[in-house]
């Protein structure tokens, strides 16, 4: 063999895997382009009220606007860690109120830092046409697209497990924990990535245990009031998951909890879940270091999701990166698991085009702002907007939530109500599990009857959301 073909044979080498760089680099773009498409339409939805999109937006937004408007860092407010406030408040600082659009386009941006981060993690798992597969999957998944126009903390927590779970795989152990600290500051669920890091270091304790340590550093960097209000920490994050593992309104005739969180999933990426748990059994069967760190994270994760009887659907999104990984790991399937991604690329393109309309509560609340005196005493549930007005606020039923005493005709009448508002987000969900809550479907029955109706906005006709009435006692 001479030395001039083995040159020529590197040279051809580099030369596709250039090639083979570059074309990646292409088809990577081609996904962000794509998902930062679909997140932008309907960005602006229901603006400039910050409850219609997703009502945590009013529990993050404005703490992140106080902070940099001489509130301070302490949020004095553990629901959530802190790091997606600490995000957002600098985009805050010019603004004269809360910007929730101006939230949002961060998130959005995060967001399409969890595409590149599963790329990244499918491309050092199984290669870049596994990259592709799993990028592809967060891009579109319809759960992704639509928390990624919210200014709340389900996508930062992904994009955190995603990149945790991509240096995993790579081996680099330290800075997992890093970013697995970081993800845990995002939204405590977060912590779950110890799991994965562990499997991954099995018997590397020194590097495991740097690992460990590094991340309680990065969550305590980035949530350092909980060391100032440790029992105001502890009892809220505790509340929060009490209420989850209670469950919420809406969910009483649901699926057992394993097939209502895999109905969730289905919902999110369509029939490429089959390829997954087709990949995650072929995982657990080849059992090397990447397969175990991929799948421990899966299995713990959904493990977790057992113990909720609330069975939103965000709480599946730190699962997407993994199962789209998961999806490509099959060589022979990833070109039937980017076909079947045209499922959830078209339920995403649907949502984002019911999002070019306007809400009902929208509409509602110009009616209001126009008919309503404004110092006319108002009652109003939580799923309605209202700007620049008090009202007596009618607390959201749920298991193991006391009644509400406000939802009592006769008892508003004599506080002096004039005005109530009631939506089906709230109404529809009560009706639907009338035993569970008999007095809260009895106020609605005594509405429909006593009092006179002034505003009924239904969807239809340029409008989506939930229906709205105004009733005048």
């Known amino acids: 063999m001479s ?6 044979r590197r040279t051809r080498s580099r030369g596709r895997a250039a090639g083979a760089g570059r074309a990646g680099a292409l088809a ?8 930062g498409a679909l997140r932008a339409v309907g960005i602006q ?7 219609l999109l997703n009502p945590d937006e009013q529990s993050i937004v404005p703490r992140a606007w106080k902070m940099v408007h001489g509130g301070g860092l302490d949020p004095h407010w553990f629901d959530y860690p ?16 809360p910007s929730f659009l101006t939230a949002r386009v961060v998130i959005l941006v995060l967001g ?14 199984y290669g870049g046409q596994a990259a592709l597969v799993g990028a592809a999957t967060v891009a579109v998944a319809t759960i992704h697209v639509s928390y990624s126009r919210m200014a709340v903390t389900d996508v930062p927590l992904t994009l955190g497990v995603a990149a945790a779970l991509a240096l ?16 845990a500051g995002a939204k405590y669920p977060g912590v779950l990535l110890l799991v994965p890091l562990v499997v991954a270091g099995w018997g590397q304790w020194r590097r495991v245990a740097a690992g460990v340590a590094l991340a309680a550093a990065a969550f305590l960097a980035t949530s350092p009031f909980v060391l100032v209000h440790p029992h105001q920490a502890v009892h809220e994050a505790l509340r929060v998951q009490r209420l989850a593992r209670a469950g919420w309104l809406g969910f009483e005739h649901d699926y057992p909890t394993p097939l209502a969180f895999l109905d969730r999933l289905w919902q999110g990426v369509g029939p490429l879940l089959v390829l997954a748990a087709v990949g995650l059994l072929v995982a657990l069967w080849k059992r090397s270091r990447t397969d175990l760190a991929l799948a421990a994270f899966v299995v713990v994760y959904f493990l977790d999701l057992m113990t909720l009887n609330a069975h939103f659907d965000r709480y599946t999104l730190p699962l997407i990166p993994a199962v789209g990984v998961l999806a490509g790991r099959l060589r022979p399937a990833r070109p039937l698991a980017l076909a079947l991604l045209v499922v959830p690329l078209w339920w995403s ?30 009652a109003a549930e939580s799923s309605t907007a209202l700007s620049g007005r008090r009202a007596l606020p009618l607390l959201l039923p749920g298991p193991g939530r006391a009644f509400d005493p406000n939802r009592d005709v006769g008892r508003l009448r004599a506080g002096g109500v004039r005005y109530v508002v009631v939506t089906g987000a709230v109404a529809d969900r009560v009706q639907r599990a009338r035993t569970a809550y008999p007095r809260e479907a009895r106020f609605y029955d005594d509405l429909a009857r006593s009092a006179t109706r002034v505003l009924d906005v239904e969807p239809g006709a340029g409008r989506t959301g939930p229906w709205v009435r105004v009733y005048r006692l």
């Open 112 to 125: 399409l830092g969890a595409v590149a981060a599963t790329w990244w993690l499918g491309r050092r798992a």
């Open 28 to 35: 990577l773009l081609a996904v962000l382009a794509l998902g």
């Open 349 to 378: 393109i649907d949502d984002a085009s019911r999002l070019t309309r306007t809400d009902t509560r929208v509409v509602a609340a110009r009616w209001i702002a126009a008919n309503v005196p404004i110092a006319a005493p108002l």
């Open 3 to 8: 030395p001039g073909s083995s040159v020529a």
């Open 45 to 51: 939805y229901g603006l400039p009220f910050g409850t």
């Open 168 to 183: 995993i795989v790579a081996g680099r152990l330290e800075w997992a924990g890093v970013v697995a600290g970081l993800a």
């Open 82 to 97: 802190t790091l997606v406030m600490y995000l957002l408040a600098p985009f805050q600082a010019w603004q004269d109120t």
